[in-house]
């Protein structure tokens, strides 16, 4: 490990690095699923979409609080 890093430590970091892609990809799949189910199968525009959308946007909150408080809770 560069820097005689733990290996728990650089985990941690690399994780921290990922939290800009955290929040587009979870928003995009949430709002692509709704859109796909709106459109494809329920025909239900925008319920759906919405509904999925703000679960993507959830999503990304929950893994940046849980990045945030860690495993050990400290």
């Known amino acids: ?3 005689d890093k733990q290996p728990e430590e650089f985990r941690r970091e ?3 690095a990922s939290i800009g892609w955290m929040f587009p990809i979870a928003m ?3 709002f692509g699923l709704g859109w796909l189910l709106d459109n494809k199968v ?3 525009w925008p ?3 919405i509904i ?3 679960c993507g946007i959830i999503a990304a ?3 940046l609080f849980r990045l945030g ?5 400290s």
């Not at 408080?69 to 809770?73: D, I, Q, R, S, Y």
């Open 47 to 49: 319920w759906l979409t």
């Open 1 to 3: 490990m560069p820097d």
């Open 52 to 54: 999925c959308g703000a």
């Open 42 to 44: 329920f025909h239900s």
């Open 69 to 73: 408080v860690g495993k050990n809770g």
């Open 28 to 30: 995009g799949l949430g």
């Open 61 to 63: 909150f929950v893994n």
């Open 14 to 16: 690399l994780e921290a």
